[in-house]
Nanobody, 125 residues
Framework: QVKLVESGGGSVQAGGSLRLSCTASGYIVSNACMGWFREVPGKERERVASFASDGRTSYADSVQGRFTVSKDTAANTLYLQMNSLKPEDSARYYC???????????????????WGKGTLVTISA
């Protein structure tokens, strides 16, 4: 019943920008604990950004200062603005959400229950 659909991925040169969107159905984004994750073959899944139920956000050190996570309540959508992209940012990016309210660091460390299919991001040097 819960569906998360990512969009906005594509190919861009290093130094460029990209904005990913995650539109939810059967799930209310506004007060949810949600996050963005990325995966590449042969490497462990990495948490990129979290948006807790209390509005607190957090980022992986590797993207701090370059990425920004936000929500649009009216559109029931989670966003990830990615600037100053680097080749090492290339990955499949996934949107995820928790079934319960989770606050602050509890959201950051929580295992997510709902996942989208992902959107591919490729950064060329």
């Amino acid at each position: 019943q819960v569906k998360l659909v990512e969009s906005g991925g594509g190919s861009v040169q290093a130094g460029g920008s990209l904005r990913l969107s995650c539109t939810a159905s059967g799930y209310i984004v506004s007060n949810a604990c949600m996050g963005w994750f990325r995966e590449v073959p042969g490497k462990e899944r990495e948490r990129v950004a979290s948006f807790a139920s209390d509005g607190r956000t957090s980022y992986a050190d590797s993207v701090q200062g370059r990425f920004t996570v936000s929500k649009d309540t009216a559109a029931n959508t989670l966003y990830l603005q990615m600037n100053s992209l680097k080749p090492e940012d290339s990955a499949r990016y996934y949107c995820a959400g928790h079934r319960y309210l989770r606050y602050g660091s509890e959201c950051r460390s929580s295992r997510m229950d709902f996942w989208g299919k992902g959107t591919l991001v490729t950064i060329s040097a």
